[in-house]
T-cell receptor, first 112, second 114 residues
C-alpha cells in the first residue's frame, strides 16, 4: 500500500462549489504539506502543519483552508472554487526537521 | 529573495548518453539541497539530497549531484541515461531560517530518444 494517499485522484467541479481534497499517510510523520503544481511554475506551498495543533499558511493560501484531523490526515478545502484553482494538488509529509518530503500521487482538479 | 532556477525547461538526450541537469539557487547561506523526479501521473520522488560534507552526493537510480558553493549550483548528473529516466526533474532548496521554507524550481522535463 502507498505511504501517502490522496483522494480523489481526479475531480471536475463547477465554479462556486465547495470541494475537499483528502490526504492520509501511514509513514508516521508529524509534518504534512499541501502544494499545487502548475506548468512552468514548479510546486508552490499552500499550507503546512507540523503537528495536529499547528497550521501555517504557505505562499498561496488565499482561497484555501485546511484541517489536520489527526496526525495521519490533512485535508485541503476550496470554499468556493474558481477556474484559476485548476491545477495538480500534492500532499507531502516529512519527519521532524529532515526537510526531505514524501509525496502522494496527486489530485488533478478542474474547475469549470 | 530566495529562488531556485532550472535554466532548461526541457532536454532531449539519446539513450546511453550522459546527462546533466542544471540548478542554481539564490540564498545567502548554504541551504539543504534536493533533487526530485516526477514520472507521468505520479508524485515526486526524492532522488538525492545534500546537507553538508562531501559535495558529491550519490542518489537512487544511478544519479549523482555536485554542490558547488562558489557557483551556488547543485547540478544533477547521470553517466548513461535509460529510456525509463524520461520524467520531470525538480531541484529544491530548504532554508533553515528558523521556520519552514522549501522552494522548488520550475522543473526540467527530460526526453530520451532511442
Amino acid at each position: 500500500d502507498a505511504d501517502v494517499t490522496q483522494t480523489p485522484r481526479n475531480r471536475i467541479t463547477k465554479t462556486g462549489k465547495r470541494i475537499m481534497l483528502e490526504c492520509s499517510q501511514t509513514k508516521g510523520h508529524d509534518r504534512m504539506y499541501w502544494y499545487r503544481q502548475d506548468p512552468g511554475l514548479g510546486l508552490r506551498l499552500i499550507y503546512y502543519s507540523f503537528d495536529v495543533k499547528d497550521i501555517n499558511k504557505g505562499e498561496i493560501s488565499d482561497g484555501y483552508s485546511v484541517s489536520r484531523q489527526a496526525q495521519a490526515k490533512f485535508s485541503l478545502s476550496l470554499e468556493s472554487a474558481i477556474p484559476n484553482q485548476t491545477a495538480l494538488y500534492f500532499c507531502a509529509t516529512s519527519a521532524g526537521a529532515t526537510y526531505e518530503q514524501y509525496f502522494g500521487p496527486g489530485t488533478r482538479l478542474t474547475v469549470t | 529573495a530566495q529562488s531556485v532556477t532550472q535554466p532548461d525547461i526541457h532536454i532531449t538526450v539519446s539513450e546511453g548518453a550522459s546527462l546533466e541537469l542544471r540548478c542554481n539557487y539564490s540564498y545567502g547561506a548554504t541551504p539543504y539541497l534536493f533533487w526530485y523526479v516526477q514520472s507521468p501521473g505520479q508524485g515526486l520522488q526524492l532522488l538525492l539530497k545534500y546537507f553538508s560534507g562531501d559535495t558529491l552526493v550519490q542518489g537512487i537510480k544511478g544519479f549523482e549531484a555536485e554542490f558547488k558553493r562558489s557557483q551556488s549550483s547543485f547540478n544533477l548528473r547521470k553517466p548513461s541515461v535509460h529510456w525509463s529516466d524520461a520524467a520531470e526533474y525538480f531541484c529544491a532548496v530548504a532554508l533553515n531560517t528558523g521556520g519552514f521554507k522549501t522552494i522548488f524550481g520550475a522543473g526540467t522535463r527530460l526526453f530520451v530518444k532511442a
